[in-house]
């Protein structure tokens, strides 16, 4: 390839919320020089890739996956793997997110920090991969979700002290564990867990070091308990009342509804093996899930896009679906696609580098067959993908 690069598109879609005919995008070393309209005269020192009859947009950014999960597995199987097998299924993963159009994901919690390893070696180049933002192990209170890969911590000082000691092992973020969930057996969704005094100790530490901090919540009292101590995104956000809302809005919340993830246990059921209460705990919350997002839609609560994957039978290739529901819920087309780049970007604190098609910004780009403002489920018809300008996926 060469240093310099020309795409002909057919169409842009800017992240913005703008779309525009017949424009070229200029790139120089991984970076967008410029987009002018489009001229058919190329000087000889850039390459060209006509996307002529396609559609041209900001990569993906994924706010919420588990990258190192192997989804599909029957029954525990996946629980099961040992160290090396998670590490094949994360390379193999984070192919399905660059194969699917994911130019970024942030991992919200792995075991052990395996995620900071993962990064390191897409960064070092070792292996292909999308660009990493990572929370390394979440932070949970003893025995409370997510307490398997996570650091127990109970009262303010062990929160405080795991917060500096993930902050030391270079997390970009801190993720904390507000309220009970769907995966953990014997813990319900709607129960609160780190108090407010617990998680402020966290989110402090994590902002004294500019870095911002998310959390797993799902019911009410737990979802206010993080937004009084502070938190900067709220992960599922199940039982919104209106007051979490108001709170969201005056305080500038990232909402990351994942509404696949309760939707993918519901439709794989019993029948695929998965376990009574994980089922139960998914029927259980949908409905009320879906009823949050609407409000907080439109009420104009700041939305972001994350699926969740590695959650049972959501798989890494699958952010389409998030878009496909929000779409289903009353989201319009291109309000969907702001939520998966710019918006996206901006949840995660990288607007500045990626997320949008304009000049100076990374060229994290994703080639279309097929217009998704005409039909979401087009974002699926994935020919090209750019990460930094370099061809990472080129379909026939
Ligand atoms: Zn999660």
């Known amino acids: 390839m060469k240093e310099k690069m020309v795409i002909q598109a057919g169409w842009v879609i800017d992240g913005c919320g703008g779309c525009r005919r017949d424009q070229s995008i ?55 793997l040992t160290t090396m097998e998670r590490a094949y299924w994360g390379l193999r993963n984070l192919q399905a997110y660059l194969a699917s159009g994911v130019t970024t994901v942030r991992n919200l919690g792995t075991m052990k920090n395996y995620d900071l390893e993962i990064k390191k070696a897409v960064e070092s180049g070792l292996i292909e991969g999308p660009h990493m933002v990572c ?22 000082d062990e929160c405080r002290k795991h917060a500096r000691q993930q902050l030391k092992a270079g997390v970009d973020l801190i993720k904390v564990m507000a309220t009970g969930g769907v995966m953990t057996e014997g813990v319900e969704p709607g129960s609160a867990q780190l108090s407010e005094e617990e998680m402020r100790a966290v989110i402090e530490e994590a902002h004294k070091a500019g870095r911002r901090t998310a959390t797993h919540a799902q019911g009410t009292e737990g979802i206010k308990n993080a937004l009084r101590a502070g938190i ?17 809005k005056k305080n500038g919340v990232w909402l990351v509804p994942t509404l696949v993830a309760p939707q993918c246990i519901v439709e794989a059921g019993l029948e695929k093996g998965l376990p009574d209460y994980v ?24 939305i972001a896009m994350g699926t969740d994957a590695g959650t049972p039978y959501n798989f ?49 780009i994703l ?30």
């Not at 060209?48 to 041209?56: E, F, G, L, S, T």
């Not at 192990?137 to 109970?154: F, Q, R, V």
């Not at 097929?370 to 061809?391: A, C, Q």
């Open 232 to 248: 900067d995104s709220i992960e599922h956000g199940i039982f919104l009342d209106q007051e979490c809302i108001d709170l969201m």
């Open 367 to 396: 080639i279309l067959n097929e217009n998704p403002l005409e039909k979401i489920d087009n974002i699926r018809s994935v020919w090209m993908v750019l990460k930094s300008g370099r061809p990472v996926v080129k379909k026939a």
């Open 26 to 80: 200029w790139i120089t070393e991984g970076k967008i020089e410029k987009i002018s309209e489009r001229k058919e005269e190329i000087p000889s020192e850039y390459e060209c890739i006509d996307a002529k009859d396609k559609v041209v947009m900001p990569g993906l950014i994924n706010c919420h996956v588990h990258c190192l999960n192997a989804v599909g597995l029957p029954g525990d199987a996946a629980d099961r």
């Open 135 to 156: 929370s390394g192990s979440c932070i949970c209170m003893t025995g409370g979700h997510g307490w398997k890969s996570g650091l127990e911590s109970d009262g303010v």
């Open 279 to 302: 089922v139960r705990k998914a029927n259980l919350v949908k409905d009320a899930h879906v009823d949050s997002f609407k409000r907080a839609y439109a009420q104009g609560v700041k």
């Open 316 to 364: 890494h290739d699958n952010s389409a679906y998030e878009l496909e529901l929000m779409v289903r819920y009353g989201v319009s087309e291109m309000d969907a696609l702001v939520f998966a780049t710019r918006n996206s970007a901006d949840c995660l604190g990288i607007l500045d580098q990626t997320g949008t098609l304009e000049e100076g910004k990374r060229a994290d």
